[in-house]
T-cell receptor, first 111, second 114 residues
């Protein structure tokens, strides 16, 4: 069964600190993995996409990693800002375009 | 360029009432999707469309119907609303072709069924 599990469910950090969010999946055959940011009351917005051959990709203070062998991905946020407070959703696509969404990690950055 | 828009933003229904949610996109995307988002769960696909005049069932289609009469619009209908349909509904669109193409989401519609 194709599934996506994210951890932790929620996280509170102080402004300026770093954090790492995890995504484990069983989707097969794997095509790509996207990380989305969803601000409260808004729709998700794509942060980055990882394909099978990519291990690391950065987008500003966001760095995503992918280990296709262990079927794990992480999203690392550096020097967090108050505006990083949001839900972060991992979405894994299979080669037949079937997409599975994780439940998300709710990040709160406090001053 | 408004992207993906949804109307209404909020709605409260009584059990048994019907309503239609409208999604519009101005990016000329072929594919459009309707999802629901419930607390503690990932977005779940209700119905989708790969082109004007075509629709298909997703993961949780029961109790919903859709229509895609125009390429830019995708309508989601609830014929007889039930409390279990209380949720936040998101519409999304993407270009045809590669599964790498990004989905663009609307701002969501918060529906409460009493």
């Amino acid at each position: 069964k194709n599934q996506v599990e994210q951890s932790p469910q929620s996280l509170i950090i102080l402004e300026g600190k770093n954090c790492t969010l995890q995504c484990n999946y069983t989707v097969s055959p794997f095509s790509n993995l996207r990380w989305y940011k969803q601000d409260t009351g808004r729709g998700p917005v794509s942060l980055t996409i990882m394909t099978f051959s990519e291990n690391t990709k950065s987008n500003g203070r966001y760095t995503a990693t992918l280990d296709a062998d262990t079927k794990q991905s992480s999203l690392h946020i550096t020097a967090s800002q108050l505006s990083d407070s949001a839900s972060y959703i991992c979405v894994v696509s299979a080669r037949n375009n079937d997409m599975r969404f994780g439940a998300g990690t709710r990040l709160t950055v406090k001053p | 360029n408004a992207g993906v828009t949804q109307t209404p933003k909020f709605r409260v229904l009584k059990t048994g009432q019907s309503m239609t949610l409208l999604c519009a996109q101005d990016m000329n995307h072929e594919y459009m999707y309707w999802y629901r988002q419930d607390p503690g769960m990932g977005l779940r696909l209700i119905h989708y469309s790969v082109g004007e005049g075509t629709t298909a069932k997703g993961e949780v289609p029961d109790g919903y119907n859709v229509s895609r009469l125009k390429k830019q619009n995708f309508l989601l209908g609830l014929e007889s609303a039930a409390p279990s349909q209380t949720s936040v509904y998101f519409c999304a669109s993407r270009r045809q072709g590669s599964g790498y193409n990004e989905q663009f989401f609307g701002p969501g519609t918060r529906l409460t069924v009493l």
